[in-house]
């Protein structure tokens, strides 16, 4: 492995590292030890990757980057499902696991759509329906027939505007 290739693994790991979460002081120990290099040498490093940072992801290709998120989002997905059957009888930590689930879905969904391989659907969808009935007072009688006739009209008129 040449230098260059070398720095170029080393780099991906730091992100690795850092981008879940764990300090850059570790990381830097962790990485020091591995690629024989000081730690200063690697969190002066660190400092800079705003200058190798998108040479090193290749974030020129965006379609790209989506794909490798997706890739992600997949493995992400599959490992809540594994948590969530480990966490059989433990009821709160299955429905976090559900709601964490889904918001990947959303994720996954929204960069399909982003990338143009799924259709977006609109977000809000308005039926309009108008109907007239006239129930004059001559034809108003006080029976369970026109009773229940009323009471259906009015039910459909809060189903279909909302109001009461």
């Known amino acids: 492995m040449s230098y260059r290739e070398e720095v170029a693994k080393r780099r991906r790991e730091m992100c690795s590292f850092v981008f879940?979460?764990?300090?850059?002081v570790k990381a830097a120990e962790i990485l020091a030890q591995k690629y024989d290099v000081k730690k200063d040498t690697l969190k002066v490093d660190w400092s800079n990757r705003e200058e190798w940072i998108p040479e090193l992801f290749d974030l020129q290709?965006?379609?790209?980057?989506?794909?490798d998120i997706i890739a992600e989002q997949k493995e992400i997905k599959k490992h809540y499902w594994r948590l969530f059957q480990e966490a059989q009888n433990n009821y709160t930590v299955q429905m976090g696991?559900?709601?964490?689930?889904?918001?990947?879905?959303?994720?996954?969904?929204?960069?399909?759509?982003?990338?143009?391989?799924v259709h977006k659907e609109p977000d809000k969808l308005e039926l309009e329906k108008e109907e007239r009935y006239t129930i004059t007072v001559e034809d108003y009688r006080e029976d369970d027939e026109t009773r229940e006739l009323l009471e259906q009209l009015r039910k459909r008129r809060m189903r279909v505007d909302g109001t009461g």
């Open 20 to 24: 879940r979460g764990m300090p850059i």
């Open 97 to 117: 696991l559900l709601k964490g689930v889904q918001e990947t879905n959303d994720k996954l969904l929204t960069m399909l759509q982003s990338l143009g391989k």
């Open 61 to 67: 290709d965006e379609k790209q980057i989506i794909l």
